[in-house]
């Protein structure tokens, strides 16, 4: 009986990280567009950040 048991535990984790792993697949697209787009968005708040004069003792940097 305990043997049976272990079995049915072994089957429900291999589904539930079968379902983990699905997961993890459909998330992965989505989750390098964002990186993608952070990269632009960085970039262009650079740019301006840059273009922001700051003075300093009276001296423009």
């Known amino acids: 009986m305990s043997l049976a048991e272990i079995k049915k535990v072994l089957a429900s984790w291999e589904t539930r990280l079968g379902a983990v ?4 697949e459909t998330l992965e697209p989505k989750l390098r567009k964002v990186g993608r787009e952070l990269v ?13 004069t700051v003075s300093q003792n009276g001296a423009a940097r």
């Open 40 to 52: 632009g968005v960085d970039a262009e708040t650079a740019t301006k950040v840059g273009a922001v």
């Open 21 to 24: 792993r699905d997961e993890c």
